[in-house]
């Protein structure tokens, strides 16, 4: 199993879980902390939940630094792992994330079984958060809330500080998962646009 399988595979499993409701964003290597770091897939709806892929071919070198800057921005996440990396895993990753165990069947089809369902996010951080947001939805977002008197020439580290001292962890979470998705919808017009559709 390689992870562009257990992806596919994994992608097909998630959108199976929304039938008939309404579909989720599905993104594929999501950049958290200006591209510090990268998730595997994020899926947005109300939440922002992580699936960090580790196939049975990947080294954990760089898990210890992904829970680090995963723990500060995302609501849930889960470790889709083959059992060869299943229990050095475990060492790693904190105990509110998830964990799906992946396996090949006879037919080369993959299965995923649940080893420990993910948890809320104890510790998310504010300006994390904030830093999914691109600098002139952060401007925006000021405006809503306060006024951009004085920030309108300033550096997007102002304006994220500036967000933080005035905005609690909640209104910041429904703001960014409202312009994550307004974001992808705007991408999708656009992409029909170039194609003619």
Same mark, same amino acid.
């Given at each position: 199993?390689?992870?562009?399988?257990?992806?596919?595979?994994?992608?097909?499993?998630?959108?199976?879980?929304?039938?008939?409701?309404?579909?989720?964003?599905?993104?594929?290597?999501?950049?958290?902390?200006?591209?510090?770091?990268?998730?595997?897939?994020?899926?947005?709806?109300?939440?922002?939940?992580?699936?960090?892929?580790? !196939? $049975?071919?990947?080294?954990?070198?760089?898990? #210890?630094? @992904?829970?680090?800057?995963?723990?500060?921005? %995302?609501?849930?996440? +889960?470790?889709?792992?083959?059992?060869?990396?299943?229990?050095?895993?475990?060492?790693?990753?904190?105990?509110?994330?998830?964990?799906?165990?992946?396996?090949?069947?006879?037919?080369?089809?993959?299965?995923? !079984? $649940?080893?420990?369902?993910?948890?809320?996010? #104890?510790? @998310?951080?504010?300006?994390?958060?904030?830093? %999914?947001?691109?600098? +002139?939805?952060?401007?925006?977002?000021?405006?809503?809330?306060?006024?951009?008197?004085?920030?309108?020439?300033?550096?997007?580290?102002?304006?994220?500080?500036?967000?933080?001292?005035?905005?609690?962890?909640?209104?910041?979470?429904?703001?960014?998962?409202?312009?994550?998705?307004?974001?992808?919808?705007?991408?999708?017009? %656009?992409?029909?646009?170039?194609?003619?559709?």
């Amino acid at each position: 199993m390689n992870d562009s399988q257990i992806r596919s595979a994994l992608k097909q499993k998630i959108l199976s879980r929304y039938a008939g409701k309404i579909k989720p964003i599905i993104i594929d290597e999501f950049g958290l902390k200006h591209g510090t770091a990268r998730v595997d897939i994020i899926v947005i709806n109300h939440i922002l939940h992580g699936f960090e892929i580790k !196939s $049975d071919k990947d080294t954990l070198v760089r898990l #210890p630094d @992904q829970v680090r800057i995963y723990n500060s921005v %995302l609501d849930r996440v +889960t470790l889709v792992v083959g059992y060869s990396q299943a229990y050095e895993a475990l060492q790693i990753i904190p105990e509110w994330w998830g964990v799906k165990l992946a396996t090949k069947g006879p037919r080369n089809a993959i299965y995923f !079984s $649940d080893a420990r369902s993910p948890k809320n996010n #104890p510790s @998310q951080d504010k300006l994390s958060l904030i830093e %999914l947001l691109w600098r +002139t939805e952060a401007l925006s977002f000021l405006d809503e809330i306060d006024t951009m008197n004085g920030f309108k020439s300033k550096p997007r580290s102002a304006i994220y500080k500036r967000l933080v001292e005035i905005a609690d962890i909640k209104m910041i979470h429904s703001k960014v998962c409202q312009q994550l998705k307004n974001r992808n919808d705007l991408q999708s017009v %656009l992409q029909q646009k170039s194609n003619g559709d």
